[in-house]
């Protein structure tokens, strides 16, 4: 049984800093590229950011030069570093692997909110 359990969120000022972090657990992981996505209320799933098992990373145009995604293999975890953060940033945060089709069940994901 595979497991995703984000955290690190929180509630953070406009133009703050956060970190969020993915535990994965099951070894498939391992060897596929991993991602971060979120989710707004009334909008649907989007993709962030993702970096392969080689190490090759990819953003979405709207992250790009905000956003940092890095992976510990040691520690079987996938982290987000997120910097100027904006109040559409608000949102539930996940990760998954976009490579293993189909995705695996999707974790809790970790609530951000940008508020003053």
């Known amino acids: 049984q595979v497991q995703l359990v984000e955290s690190g969120g929180g509630l953070v000022q406009p133009g703050g800093s956060l970190r969020l972090s993915c535990a994965h657990s099951?070894?498939?992981?391992?060897?596929?590229?991993m991602a971060w996505y979120r989710q707004a209320p009334g909008k649907q799933r989007e993709f962030l950011a993702s970096?392969?098992?080689?190490?090759?990373?990819n953003y979405a145009d709207f992250v790009k030069g905000r956003f940092t995604i890095s992976r510990d293999y040691a520690k079987n975890t996938v982290y987000l570093e997120m910097s100027n953060l904006k109040s559409e940033d608000t949102a539930v945060y996940y990760c998954?692997?976009?490579?293993?089709?189909?995705?695996?069940?999707w974790g809790q994901g970790t609530q951000v909110t940008v508020s003053s």
């Open positions: 970096e392969s098992s080689s190490g090759i990373r």
């Open positions: 998954n692997s976009p490579s293993i089709r189909p995705m695996k069940p």
């Open positions: 099951g070894s498939i992981f391992r060897i596929n590229a």
